[in-house]
């Protein structure tokens, strides 16, 4: 009887994950990688796939901070515009004759400090964190062309390790952006903040009735993910040596589609970082098989929009039918 009961739940387990939007979109990174490697040879080579996971290591970065804030309830739109003032601030302390060291520093910092500032507004206002972050998203910006006064800024040649050196064959932003979704499900499935982090996205008053001070976690959060978009920008003004004040935008909008497309919701509570780190790997792998067939970079977008409403449509089809 026992026997039959584990086999009976095995098979409930198996059909579940079938179901699971996270099969799907293994699936179809499987089923898109075999398309483009049969078209072209040269996407399947490894050389190219590191070269895809190279390209996806800022966006996949930005998208584990857009995914504790989209499971928690909130939502960030400022994160591209902290990238470029992050960005902008290293190169123009590198220009202006600091040591490269505090530069970096206190070019991680500055998102954190941002990520702090939207959790106290969002927190202590209650407005609505997306009006709220898209307004801060201007301000950011602004601060960044205030300090750039809209010129290319430069590293000169320094701290290119982050973005450019490699590990044993393997670009080190590469083994950033593994160790980060690593830590990030560790966070959210082994830890006391992780879990609190659910619950108040699935509810927030049962949050606040169960004893978790909601707004102190609110802004713990912002400013933990203020420190995922500080590590971002390193990563970013390291490979590319030179930023403008601009560089970090549209980030924030392929890190929500991301999510999106791994099945994180906008209601909170509800998505994973498997999920979402895949939403990041099948958005590369459509830029990159798209750009080795020299399709056209409209068509390229036009693609990508359609990809994020379908995963938009299907996620939401699956909502429907749990309730």
């Given at each position: 009887?026992?026997?039959?009961?584990?086999?009976?739940?095995?098979?409930?387990?198996?059909?579940?994950?079938?179901?699971?939007?996270?099969?799907?979109?293994?699936?179809?990174?499987?089923?898109?990688?075999?398309?483009?490697?049969?078209?072209?040879?040269?996407?399947?080579?490894?050389?190219n796939l590191?070269?895809?996971?190279?390209?996806?290591?800022?966006l996949g970065?930005?998208?584990?901070?857009?995914?504790?804030?989209?499971?928690?309830?909130?939502?960030?739109?400022?994160?591209?515009?902290?990238?470029?003032?992050?960005?902008?601030?290293?190169?123009?302390?590198?220009?202006?004759?600091?040591?490269?060291?505090?530069?970096?520093?206190?070019?991680?910092?500055?998102?954190?400090?941002?990520?702090?500032?939207?959790?106290?507004?969002?927190?202590?206002?209650?407005?609505?964190?997306?009006?709220?972050?898209?307004?801060?998203?201007?301000?950011?910006?602004?601060?960044?062309?205030?300090?750039?006064?809209?010129?290319?800024?430069?590293?000169?040649?320094?701290?290119?390790?982050?973005?450019?050196?490699?590990?044993?064959?393997?670009?080190?932003?590469?083994?950033?952006?593994?160790?980060?979704?690593?830590?990030?499900?560790?966070?959210?499935?082994?830890?006391?903040?992780?879990?609190?982090?659910?619950?108040?996205?699935?509810n927030e008053?049962?949050?606040?009735?169960?004893?978790?001070?909601?707004?102190?976690?609110?802004?713990?959060?912002?400013?933990?993910?203020?420190?995922?978009?500080?590590?971002?920008?390193?990563?970013?003004?390291?490979?590319?040596?030179?930023?403008?004040?601009?560089?970090?935008?549209?980030?924030?909008?392929?890190?929500?589609?991301?999510?999106?497309?791994?099945?994180?919701?906008?209601?909170?509570?509800?998505?994973?970082?498997?999920?979402?780190?895949?939403?990041?790997?099948?958005?590369?792998?459509?830029?990159?098989?798209?750009?080795?067939?020299?399709?056209?970079?409209?068509?390229?977008?036009?693609?990508?929009?359609?990809?994020?409403?379908?995963?938009?449509?299907?996620?939401?089809?699956?909502?429907?039918?749990?309730?």
């Amino acid at each position: 009887m026992e026997t039959h009961l584990l086999e009976d739940f095995a098979k409930r387990k198996r059909a579940k994950f079938f179901r699971q939007q996270t099969f799907f979109l293994v699936m179809v990174i499987i089923v898109l990688s075999a398309l483009f490697g049969f078209l072209n040879p040269r996407f399947l080579s490894q050389g190219n796939l590191l070269a895809v996971f190279q390209q996806i290591a800022v966006l996949g970065i930005a998208t584990m901070s857009m995914t504790l804030l989209l499971i928690s309830g909130g939502i960030d739109l400022s994160i591209g515009s902290m990238i470029g003032l992050s960005g902008v601030v290293i190169c123009k302390m590198v220009m202006g004759g600091y040591a490269t060291l505090p530069a970096v520093v206190i070019g991680f910092l500055l998102p954190v400090g941002c990520g702090l500032v939207n959790g106290i507004i969002v927190s202590k206002s209650k407005c609505i964190p997306l009006i709220v972050t898209l307004g801060m998203n201007y301000v950011y910006y602004g601060l960044a062309l205030v300090i750039s006064q809209g010129l290319f800024l430069s590293l000169k040649g320094k701290f290119t390790f982050l973005g450019r050196g490699r590990l044993g064959g393997v670009p080190i932003s590469v083994v950033v952006l593994f160790v980060v979704v690593i830590a990030i499900h560790f966070l959210l499935r082994n830890t006391k903040f992780g879990r609190r982090l659910v619950v108040m996205g699935g509810n927030e008053q049962v949050a606040f009735l169960s004893g978790i001070n909601v707004d102190r976690l609110k802004i713990a959060n912002y400013t933990f993910s203020g420190a995922l978009i500080g590590l971002a920008s390193l990563v970013l003004v390291s490979r590319l040596g030179n930023i403008l004040a601009n560089a970090g935008e549209g980030y924030e909008l392929r890190a929500l589609a991301s999510a999106i497309i791994g099945g994180v919701t906008f209601e909170g509570g509800r998505g994973s970082v498997l999920g979402a780190f895949l939403g990041v790997v099948l958005l590369g792998i459509v830029q990159n098989g798209l750009n080795i067939l020299n399709v056209s970079s409209y068509f390229q977008t036009f693609t990508i929009g359609l990809i994020i409403v379908i995963a938009v449509v299907v996620s939401n089809l699956e909502k429907v039918r749990k309730t």
